[in-house]
């Protein structure tokens, strides 16, 4: 397809090569070595220039796998342009590698050359690596090296005044195969900045370098935490603000030094270096310095305090949480939590919390439990009391009124025996009257009996006296 627009391109621009003027069309063949290893490659390049068309070839031949390669194909709009052509071949045994360029271009005026060329690249055999992975120099900007630069010295030194922020380090390779790395601009910060040069050897052996720029300060302010000695940072450039703290300023006898606020908590930090060059913080109070430590998990960030347990059930421990080493209380009863009184740095409360190790998590101990734990208790214990009282009190009633009951049960007898003495004794009387009673009655039978029969008797007489008169 390539050669058929070649055609087409070609005859078009011979039709109207009479109208436009254009340079001369032209080439340059090349190859990137003269001389290669055996297993390495080499590139043959062509360079056409003011061809609007083009049609060559590059072949291979001799010691190698072989990269011949054709390329026919025009401009878009017809125009003259520089084109560059190249094919790259791997060398596979000793001898030699020969290139040839053949073909034609032709100019937008129609003007057509033809193009030729032979190349040669000898095969040799491969040199063996270097082994060589020393330095030749090493600069830090204007400033001296201590001690002098040695080949075999891979430590050196520079010091900066404590207003410089960047540093150019530079260094060169003793051999030309050998590679480097850890050159170039560096920002720097007060106290000692460590930066390492390694240098690879083309067979891949390496040798460091190590370059110590110290930002000394001429008037360092040194306080002492906990006996140790750390010098307070003047030049806060490369130092983020802790998370909940905004930069400021604060005095150190006649010195302004860069410092942290907070809006929630009342501290005032100030960034410090210890002789290594490690970074701190410290809450400044008054001349009274105090390590800033915190625990951040979640959305938690808790300032760490030392404070003596209140609760029962807990004993004292060290524990390592977050990059801190920190005094808590391991609860007795169970292994995986301990309490860590601190500062809610969002908030500003003090509290004390509960750190799971297990789940590694940390939060608010519900005073609390054991405080509530020992209300509830009070209260029950009042319960208790209360429950045990009333019963003790219903116990006493009951038996009072057992007792009273009985003594009531033993009256009432007393009485009813009473009674039944003196009916046993009243008996005998009542008996009498009784009988006295029970002879009267007879009597009174008697007598009634007695006058029922004189007035039957009268009754009689009468009834006879009657029947007399009536038969008369």
Same mark, same amino acid.
């Given at each position: 397809?390539?050669?058929?627009?070649?055609?087409?391109?070609?005859?078009?621009?011979?039709?109207?090569?009479?109208?436009?003027?254009?340079?001369?069309?032209?080439?340059?063949?090349?190859?990137?070595?003269?001389?290669? !290893?055996?297993?390495?490659?080499?590139?043959?390049?062509?360079?056409?220039?003011?061809?609007?068309?083009?049609?060559?070839?590059?072949?291979?031949?001799?010691?190698?796998?072989?990269?011949? /390669?054709?390329?026919?194909?025009?401009?878009? &709009?017809?125009?003259?342009?520089?084109?560059?052509?190249?094919?790259?071949?791997?060398?596979?045994?000793?001898?030699?590698?020969?290139?040839?360029?053949?073909?034609?271009?032709?100019?937008?005026?129609?003007?057509?050359?033809?193009?030729?060329?032979?190349?040669?690249? =000898?095969?040799?055999?491969?040199?063996?690596?270097?082994?060589?992975?020393?330095?030749?120099?090493?600069?830090?900007?204007?400033?001296?090296?201590?001690? *002098?630069?040695?080949?075999?010295?891979?430590?050196? =030194?520079?010091?900066?005044?404590?207003?410089?922020? !960047?540093? %150019?380090?530079?260094? $060169?390779?003793?051999?030309?195969?050998?590679?480097?790395?850890?050159?170039?601009?560096?920002?720097?910060?007060?106290?000692?900045?460590?930066?390492?040069?390694?240098?690879?050897?083309?067979?891949? *052996?390496?040798?460091?370098?190590?370059?110590?720029?110290?930002?000394? +300060?001429?008037?360092?302010?040194?306080?002492?935490? &906990?006996? /140790?000695?750390?010098?307070?940072?003047?030049?806060?450039?490369?130092?983020?603000?802790?998370?909940?703290?905004?930069?400021? !300023?604060?005095?150190?006898?006649?010195?302004?030094?860069? *410092?942290?606020?907070?809006?929630? =908590?009342?501290?005032?930090?100030?960034?410090? %270096?210890?002789? !290594?060059?490690?970074?701190?913080? *410290?809450?400044?109070?008054?001349?009274?310095?105090?390590?800033?430590?915190?625990?951040?998990?979640?959305?938690?960030?808790?300032?760490?305090? +030392?404070?003596?347990?209140?609760?029962?059930?807990?004993?004292?421990?060290?524990?390592?949480?977050?990059?801190?080493?920190? +005094?808590?209380?391991?609860?007795?009863?169970?292994?995986?939590?301990?309490?860590?009184?601190?500062?809610?740095?969002?908030?500003? &409360?003090?509290?004390?919390?509960?750190?799971?190790?297990?789940?590694?998590?940390?939060?608010?101990?519900?005073?609390?439990?054991?405080?509530?734990?020992?209300? +509830?208790? $009070? /209260?029950?214990?009042?319960?208790?009391?209360?429950?045990?009282?009333?019963?003790?009190?219903?116990?006493?009633?009951?038996?009072?009124?057992?007792?009273?009951?009985?003594?009531?049960?033993?009256?009432?007898?007393?009485?009813?025996?009473?009674?039944?003495?003196?009916?046993?004794?009243? /008996?005998?009387?009542?008996?009498? %009257?009784?009988?006295?009673?029970?002879?009267?009655?007879?009597? %009174?039978?008697?007598?009634?009996?007695?006058?029922?029969?004189?007035?039957?008797?009268?009754?009689?007489?009468?009834?006879?006296?009657?029947?007399?008169?009536?038969?008369?």
């Amino acid at each position: 397809m390539k050669r058929i627009k070649y055609l087409i391109f070609t005859i078009v621009v011979m039709f109207m090569g009479g109208l436009v003027v254009n340079a001369a069309p032209s080439y340059s063949f090349s190859t990137s070595t003269s001389s290669v !290893e055996n297993g390495k490659k080499v590139t043959a390049t062509v360079t056409l220039r003011n061809v609007a068309a083009w049609n060559v070839r590059i072949t291979s031949s001799g010691n190698t796998n072989g990269c011949t /390669q054709s390329f026919a194909d025009a401009t878009s &709009n017809g125009g003259n342009t520089t084109k560059t052509l190249s094919v790259t071949c791997k060398a596979t045994s000793l001898g030699a590698i020969g290139f040839t360029l053949s073909g034609d271009v032709t100019s937008s005026d129609g003007a057509n050359i033809s193009v030729s060329g032979n190349k040669r690249v =000898s095969v040799v055999e491969p040199r063996p690596l270097s082994q060589n992975n020393y330095l030749a120099s090493i600069t830090v900007g204007d400033y001296e090296l201590t001690p *002098a630069f040695d080949e075999e010295v891979t430590e050196y =030194s520079v010091s900066v005044p404590s207003t410089v922020n !960047e540093v %150019k380090i530079d260094a $060169k390779v003793k051999d030309r195969y050998a590679s480097l790395t850890g050159t170039g601009t560096f920002e720097v910060i007060e106290g000692a900045n460590s930066f390492k040069i390694v240098v690879t050897a083309e067979n891949g *052996a390496t040798k460091e370098y190590t370059v110590n720029v110290i930002v000394e +300060d001429l008037n360092p302010i040194v306080i002492k935490i &906990n006996g /140790q000695d750390y010098t307070i940072v003047k030049n806060i450039k490369n130092i983020t603000a802790p998370e909940l703290f905004t930069a400021s !300023e604060t005095t150190i006898g006649d010195t302004t030094v860069p *410092a942290f606020v907070s809006d929630v =908590s009342d501290f005032v930090l100030v960034a410090l %270096k210890d002789s !290594e060059g490690k970074s701190f913080f *410290a809450i400044k109070d008054g001349e009274n310095y105090t390590l800033y430590r915190t625990i951040t998990i979640g959305n938690l960030i808790l300032f760490m305090m +030392d404070k003596d347990c209140p609760f029962e059930y807990f004993e004292k421990e060290t524990i390592t949480v977050g990059e801190y080493e920190i +005094d808590a209380y391991h609860s007795i009863n169970s292994s995986d939590y301990y309490l860590i009184y601190g500062i809610n740095m969002a908030t500003g &409360n003090e509290e004390w919390y509960k750190y799971d190790t297990k789940e590694s998590t940390l939060q608010r101990y519900e005073n609390n439990t054991e405080i509530k734990l020992k209300k +509830d208790l $009070k /209260q029950y214990f009042i319960v208790i009391l209360i429950f045990g009282g009333s019963l003790i009190l219903a116990v006493v009633i009951a038996l009072l009124s057992v007792i009273i009951a009985n003594k009531k049960v033993k009256k009432a007898k007393a009485l009813i025996n009473k009674n039944k003495i003196e009916k046993v004794e009243k /008996q005998p009387k009542i008996e009498k %009257k009784l009988e006295k009673e029970e002879v009267k009655q007879e009597e %009174k039978k008697k007598e009634i009996k007695k006058v029922s029969h004189e007035d039957l008797e009268k009754t009689v007489k009468i009834d006879k006296n009657n029947k007399g008169s009536k038969k008369k």
